[in-house]
């Protein structure tokens, strides 16, 4: 076929001219532009208005059950801004008083109960707050916080204030931890009403009963208190049922209960009733002695630094007659930390000169395990062996001591493992070659002002026993039955030792009531004293 001239040749069709594309174009633009200006008009309402928010969409939305405390927690939660609102205009209203502004305190009230409404309102149907209802009490509440501020109420007289106020809560809130501390020591402190009756009667069977001082007599001679091929152990309290349950509970699980030595110590109140109740029951044919501590002649003022403070007028107003003084804390004040039977524990080889090793027991432990496999721990030469305390509670040396002292800053490393008294060998000839009782005098005689530690025992054995304690299996000794509610029951059950360190002690009705049949288990509730003494 012949093709056509150029001239004579069809145009080429286009899809779309020119002048349509321009339009396109144009109307892009201008959409653009018209987006760009409506998104920055609604961007300054939002910034102006920051209460007011757009809730269209959600108001759209089927809300599941809502929890206020987590909506709460959202910035755009309308329960968030009435909140937030609220504790300001608390804050003016205390102002407002002050200058006597009665009619915007007056106010301001009204309005901080109508927000108090809406969240109980919300928490009750567990939905948020819709819009409806919080923008007017929102927008109200703002313009009284406005009208507030306008009243010279600025910033600097809001926070001299609410300082002022604060500084009154702290004050009574201190005051009422003081008389809560207070109240809590007299309770731990107490002895039940029907433990009472116990000792009672046993001091009478004492008194009236010549047999049994004669028995107690015949026991005191006995070869065994001082053989060393058997075990030992020691206890020094004036509770008898605590002793006896330590007692109970160390011969049940014990694989040979006739070598097991027990030397009790107690007070010249508690030494009749003691001897009375450990002669009168067989504890599975172990031998238990008790002395008195007003028999040890030695242990005196002249030879004891503790015992001379422990004397000093000054130590006994400051336990006893400073109780109103809220600048120190109510337990730094507690007087078991003066009676000397918990001092005696620093004096183990002066009360038994003829022992080699000992395990020294608290009167509120109990005893799970068999525990003569302590003896022959290897100690590796070491006076002290115990469970060490920082492996969860960060019990280190700067916890108890003050570092700031140069004495204790220059001799002891403040993140030294700190350990617990309560199950401890004590290995009495290392004890008394490196004159241990020595150096725990020195440190009593350098805390005379009380400058290094404030209390206990525990302080001055961690100096006593610097670099010569031997850290045992953590399963020999689990503490903190007497406060802590949560400890692991594994735990627990893999522990020789249980410790009802704390004030919340089994025998009492504050005893955690999880952990109080462990310890009632080993209670001789046959005993007619018992329970004769459990019906009144």
């Given amino acids: 076929m012949r093709r056509r001239a150029a001239d004579y040749r069809r145009p080429v069709r286009r899809r779309l001219s020119c002048w349509i594309w321009s339009l396109l174009g144009i109307f892009t633009i201008a959409g653009f532009v018209l987006f760009v200006v409506h998104h920055h008009h609604d961007h300054e309402d939002h910034v102006e208005q920051p209460i007011l928010e757009s809730e269209s969409r959600n108001e759209q939305v089927v809300h599941e059950r809502l929890n206020l405390t987590q909506d709460m927690s959202s910035v755009n939660s309308y329960a968030r801004q009435l909140a937030e609102q609220m504790t300001l205009a608390k804050a003016y209203i205390i102002i407002a008083k002050e200058h006597n502004n009665l009619h915007l305190a007056w106010e301001l009230s009204s309005k901080i109960r109508s927000c108090q409404f809406l969240l109980s309102k919300a928490a009750m149907k567990e939905e948020p707050i819709p819009l409806d209802e919080a923008e007017p009490i929102i927008r109200s509440l703002s313009s009284l916080i406005l009208k507030a501020q306008d009243a010279h109420y600025d910033i600097a007289t809001t926070m001299m204030t609410m300082k002022s106020h604060i500084q009154a809560l702290e004050e009574r809130a201190n005051a009422a931890s003081v008389q809560s501390m207070m109240f809590g020591q007299l309770t731990a402190e107490s002895l039940p009403k029907n433990l009472h009756c116990l000792e009672l009667k046993l001091m009478a069977d004492w008194l009236t009963r010549k047999s049994l001082q004669d028995f107690a007599d ?215 070659k490196a004159n241990v009782t020595a150096r725990y005098h020195y440190w009593i005689e350098q805390n005379d002002d009380r400058t290094i530690w404030k209390l206990g025992t525990l302080p001055p054995g961690l100096l006593a026993f610097y670099g010569m304690t031997e850290p045992l299996d953590r399963r020999w000794h689990v503490l903190g039955l007497g406060y802590d509610a949560n400890v692991d029951n594994r735990l627990i059950e893999s522990a020789a030792v249980i410790h009802f360190n704390g004030n919340m002690k089994p025998w009492l009705k504050l005893g955690i009531s999880r952990y109080r049949p462990l310890w009632e288990r080993y209670v001789n509730q046959t005993h007619p004293y018992l329970q004769d003494c459990a019906t009144h």
């Fill in 218 to 432: 015949e026991r005191r001679n006995s070869p065994r208190l001082v053989d060393n091929n058997l075990y030992h152990f020691c206890i020094f309290s004036d509770n008898l049922v605590a002793v006896s349950v330590v007692i109970n509970s160390t011969v049940a699980n014990a694989d040979h209960p006739k070598q097991l030595i027990f030397h009790i110590v107690t007070d010249s109140i508690h030494y009749g009733l003691m001897q009375a109740w450990f002669l009168n029951n067989d504890f599975k044919g172990s031998t238990v002695e008790v002395q008195n501590i007003d028999n040890f002649a030695w242990l005196n003022s002249s030879y004891s630094p503790a015992v001379k403070q422990l004397l000093a007028a000054d130590s006994r107003k400051y336990y006893f007659d400073g109780s109103m003084d809220t600048s120190v804390e109510p337990k730094f004040r507690n007087p078991k930390y003066i009676y000397l039977l918990n001092h005696l524990r620093f004096y183990i080889p002066e009360i038994y000169p003829q022992l080699e090793k000992i395990v020294f027991l608290d009167d509120d432990v109990v005893v799970q395990k068999d525990l003569t496999p302590l003896f022959s721990l290897d100690l590796h030469g070491n006076v002290n062996g115990a469970v060490e305390t920082c492996l969860e509670a960060f019990h280190r040396y700067y916890k108890y001591l003050n570092f700031s002292n140069p004495l204790i800053s220059s001799k002891f490393d403040p993140q030294a493992c700190g350990w617990a008294f309560g199950m401890n060998v004590f290995d009495l000839i290392a004890w008394r």
